[in-house]
């Protein structure tokens, strides 16, 4: 069974430009989250989709957007890149979302998109 | 506020010896805890989880961890490391906001094995 997978692996985009990250859950996997991981640190959470509809919103700008498609995958936009926002950014998929941890809202990252903004 | 502190940014140990990385967390309620390992590079695998029941966890790879609620802790441990085990290490909390959840993870630990 196929993981959870983004695309592309890695860019280079010029400052001020917009980037548009993708992400495919597990199948059957409703809920998409995405995180950006600063060279040296640990992943930040920056937004979590469940059944498109957005559940969740980390302390990022406004430059920062997401959203879920009916299949379940997800894209997340960048506008305006800043040099700062140079990071690898993972997502992740779970089966649901729900009040209280189960196994089913369980993360499972993919490999990440290497973004470096030059 | 909720949070993960790993302490030890960097350590070195050789292949065969122990191992112990540290997490502390400051949570409200109990926590649910995570360790995560991150090859160079890669995306983050999960070793193993704590949400409730019996404070000793297994994971996969060999690796254990031990809840302590009067510590606040939830440590790392590996009796004998293997040098495909340098990686970094991340300990999680989940928390959960009105309608969803997400996990805060710490600062990591980069692991080194000598041969």
């Known amino acids: 069974d196929a993981g959870v997978t983004q695309s592309p692996t890695h860019l280079i985009k010029t400052r001020g430009q917009h980037v548009t990250l993708r992400c495919s859950p597990i199948s059957g996997h409703k809920s998409v989250s995405w995180y950006q991981q600063v060279l040296g640190q640990g992943p930040q959470f920056i937004f979590q989709y469940y059944e498109k509809e957005e559940r969740g919103r980390g302390n990022f700008p406004d430059r920062f957007s997401a959203r879920q498609f009916p299949n379940y995958s997800s894209e997340l936009n960048v506008n305006a890149l800043l040099l700062g926002d140079s990071a690898l950014y993972l997502c992740?998929?779970?089966?649901?979302?729900?009040?209280?941890?189960?196994?089913?809202?369980?993360?499972?990252f993919g490999q990440g998109t290497r973004l470096t903004v030059v | 506020a909720q949070s993960v502190t790993q302490p030890d940014i960097h350590i070195t140990v050789s292949e065969g010896a122990s191992l112990e990385l540290r997490c502390n967390y400051s949570y409200g309620a109990t926590p649910y805890l995570f360790w995560y390992v991150q090859s160079p590079g890669q995306g983050l695998q999960l070793l193993l989880k704590?949400?409730?029941?019996?404070?000793l966890v297994q994971g996969i790879k060999g690796f254990e961890a031990e809840f302590k609620r009067s510590q606040s802790s939830f440590n790392l441990r590996k009796p004998s490391v293997h040098w495909s085990d340098a990686a970094e290490y991340f300990c999680?909390?989940?928390?959960?906001?009105?309608?969803?959840?997400?996990?805060?993870f710490g600062t990591g630990t980069q692991l080194k094995v000598e041969l």
């Open positions: 992740a998929s779970s089966l649901e979302v729900t009040a209280r941890y189960s196994v089913n809202t369980e993360a499972f």
């Open positions: 999680a909390v989940v928390i959960f906001t009105g309608g969803g959840n997400k996990l805060t």
């Open positions: 704590y949400f409730s029941g019996d404070t």
